[in-house]
């Protein structure tokens, strides 16, 4: 009998901090690639839609918990930690041998209003620090990879300097970001630290100097020693936008150089603007993921890739970009059917590559 599914899984995703979970195997094989593969997931949804939970065995190595992890859902008072929802998703992804990627430790939203009150560096240290040890520690054996920073970027980034402006920032200064990676290093020396960001992907308006806000920070993390050992770039390509190919390449081949792995952590395609009908606008969403891929993997193979949902009736996308002409939108690798689009064989294409 050839490996089992955990074998394959222990043996494909230890080395991308995406280690197999404990828990008995799903009965549906995933069609393994070198690369893994992961989707997001809200748990009401997942325990709405039986069909969610199955999508994911049949085509996942690890889910996103889309808000159960954020402080907003895991924070309600200081001394209180609620992980009812995070647990139901680690137990999911347990269940059925997948990692589960834990997004995210800090980010300027969605904090508790506790939080945002806090005056003191002392207190802002405290809590970040006890937030993180907790949450790392209660997962460790189901969460291979973190992103540890969120969005340190900010949208206007002018300058390389340029740092997004938080309640920790506030309190902690532009250092917290080492901070946090350096806590989460401590609590999990083997799992994966992430750094993420958004809207680096584009050759146009303010994304230029966004990414290379981003690349400053990531090499300044760098250059300090502190451990970040991987780029997410979330990937919510703005249909009908260009992909910026000769500079994301660039970007992702000095962010490899620096011996940085590079995640694609929260792919979908904001479709809003796209043609209507379902074949023409799938046809330029598959053809944006491939620019998109394409560039990334002009310098070596991904490291991982996550599209944020898997379906087309479970996306953030519904009602942040909702369509004029009252069409679904379409960003995602299924349909609102779960039937694969011709984005999914272009992501299992780039999947293969090693
Ligand atoms: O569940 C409640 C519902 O009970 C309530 O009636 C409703 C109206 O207030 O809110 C619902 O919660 C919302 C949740 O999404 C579920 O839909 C929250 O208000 C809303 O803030 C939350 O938005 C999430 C957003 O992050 C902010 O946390 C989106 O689902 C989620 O897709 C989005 O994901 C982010 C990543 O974390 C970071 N990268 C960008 C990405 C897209 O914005």
């Known amino acids: 009998m050839g490996p089992t599914r955990r074998d394959v899984l222990a043996m494909g995703l230890a080395t991308c901090g995406w280690a197999a979970a404990g828990g008995t195997a799903a009965s549906a094989q995933p069609a393994h690639r070198p690369v893994p593969f992961g989707g997001a997931v809200y748990l009401p949804d997942l325990e709405a839609d039986p069909r969610l939970g ?27 930690f609620d992980f009812a929802a995070s647990d139901k998703i680690a137990d999911f992804a347990r269940t059925n041998a997948l990692a589960m990627h834990g997004h995210t430790l800090v980010w300027y939203a969605e904090l508790p209003e506790w939080v945002t009150r806090l005056t003191s560096a002392a207190d802002a240290e405290r809590a970040l620090t006890e937030h993180i040890v907790t949450t790392m520690q209660r997962y460790g054996d189901v969460a291979r990879s973190w992103d ?27 250092d917290h970001i080492a901070q946090a990676f350096r806590i989460a290093h401590d609590v999990d020396p083997d799992a994966l630290l992430v750094i993420n960001e958004y809207d680096v992907e584009f050759a146009t308006g303010y994304f230029p100097a966004k990414r290379q806000a981003f690349a400053h920070l990531i090499r300044e993390l760098v250059d300090k020693g502190v451990p970040v050992h991987a780029v997410g770039l979330q990937g919510h390509l703005r249909g009908g936008v260009p992909i910026a190919k000769d500079e994301l390449a660039q970007f992702v081949a000095d962010m490899r150089e620096l011996g940085l792995k590079i995640m694609v952590t929260e792919l979908d395609v904001i479709d809003r603007d796209l043609p209507g009908p379902a074949d023409v606008r799938d046809a330029i969403i598959a053809a944006q993921v491939e620019d998109f891929l394409g560039a990334i993997t002009a310098s070596g193979p991904l490291h991982s890739i996550t599209t944020w949902g898997l379906s ?21 690798p299924l349909d609102e059917n779960f039937q694969r689009k011709p984005m999914f064989d272009v992501i299992d294409r780039f999947r293969s590559i090693v």
């Open 148 to 174: 540890v920073v969120n969005e340190p970027i900010p949208d206007a980034a002018r300058r390389p300097t340029d740092r997004r402006d938080s309640h920790w920032r506030a309190l902690l200064g532009d």
């Open 312 to 332: 087309d009736t479970y996306t953030w996308i519904r009602w942040a970009y909702g369509r004029s002409d009252g069409l679904g939108n379409r960003p995602l």
């Open 54 to 80: 199955d999508a994911i065995v049949a085509h996942c190595q690890a889910v996103t918990p889309v808000n159960e992890l954020k402080w907003i859902s895991t924070r309600p008072a200081p001394d209180l």
